[in-house]
């Protein structure tokens, strides 16, 4: 499996970005996708995850309400739509796929749900 994110950029405060993530290598709209980030020093964050059908989204605490994932089957692309950025959204973003068609995703632990990753896209937001 293949992830390829782009989309990153520099951006001012208040502003938008979307991020778009490319996948190959099995079929995509079997498999729910998610979207992580890690800044400078910290841990990896959980961001978002959309299941196979987009019928169930899910977010992380510190971006529900800016942030939108969604994804396009027919072109095996998810998306991630970020408004009203913070100068603390500043990190790369990563795109992932989940591990397995069957598994429930538990948001207390979003990471275990995923096995692939692609290789980041760097969001920096200017205060």
């Not at 890690?38 to 971006?63: C, L, M, N």
């Not at 800016?66 to 998306?79: G, L």
């Not at 948001?107 to 692609?118: C, D, K, L």
């Amino acid at each position: 499996v293949q992830l390829q994110a782009s989309g990153g950029g520099l951006v001012q405060a208040g502003g938008s970005l979307r991020l778009s993530c490319a996948a190959s290598g099995r079929t995509f709209s079997r498999y729910a996708m998610g979207w992580f980030r890690q800044a400078p020093g910290k841990e990896r964050e959980f961001v978002a995850r959309i299941s196979w059908s987009a019928g169930s989204t899910y977010y992380g605490d510190s971006v529900k309400g800016r942030f939108t994932i969604s994804r396009d089957n027919a072109k095996e692309t998810v998306y991630l739509q970020m408004n009203s950025l913070k100068p603390e959204d500043t990190a790369v973003y990563y795109c992932a796929g989940a591990r397995d068609s069957y598994s429930t995703f538990d948001p207390g632990r979003p990471s275990t749900s995923f096995a692939y990753w692609g290789q980041g896209t760097q969001v920096t937001v200017s205060s």
